[in-house]
Nanobody
Framework: VQLQASGGGLVQAGGSLRLSCTAP????????MAWFRQVPGKEREFVAV?????????SVADSVKGRFTISRDNAKNTVYLQMNRVWTEDSAIYYC?????????????????????WGQGTLVTVSS
């Protein structure tokens, strides 16, 4: 699955940004879709996941709960990450990921290793 992420950029602390990730093809709705982020020297960190059609539901990391929202539009083959009230600590490269197989187990879906396709990343820089 080819994923294309976009929407990153420079934003001031307290501001908002929306990331998008598209995945061409007719089976997008059958994928679990997630966002991870990574800063140099650190491991890739889970941000949020939205389940496949029929599985429903979302899960977000505690560090972004109440500020970030993940959603998907299956008609547009797109998953979004709405980032509100951003902090400087949110600066990172953000990656979208697709999980094309496996049961819906929310704890497992927070693990990067369970995803088999990754986008190229989009850089988010939050200035103070």
């Amino acid at each position: 699955v080819q994923l294309q992420a976009s929407g990153g950029g420079l934003v001031q602390a307290g501001g908002s940004l929306r990331l998008s990730c598209t995945a061409p093809g007719s089976t997008f709705s059958s994928y679990d879709m997630a966002w991870f982020r990574q800063v140099p020297g650190k491991e890739r960190e889970f941000v949020a996941v939205v389940g496949r059609r029929g599985g429903g539901g979302t899960s977000v990391a505690d560090s972004v709960k109440g500020r970030f929202t993940i959603s998907r539009d299956n008609a547009k083959n797109t998953v979004y990450l709405q980032m509100n009230r951003v902090w400087t600590e949110d600066s990172a490269i953000y990656y979208c990921a697709a999980r094309t197989r496996g049961r819906i187990i929310w704890g497992v879906m927070r693990e990067a290793s369970t995803y088999d396709s990754w986008g190229q990343g989009t850089l988010v820089t939050v200035s103070s």
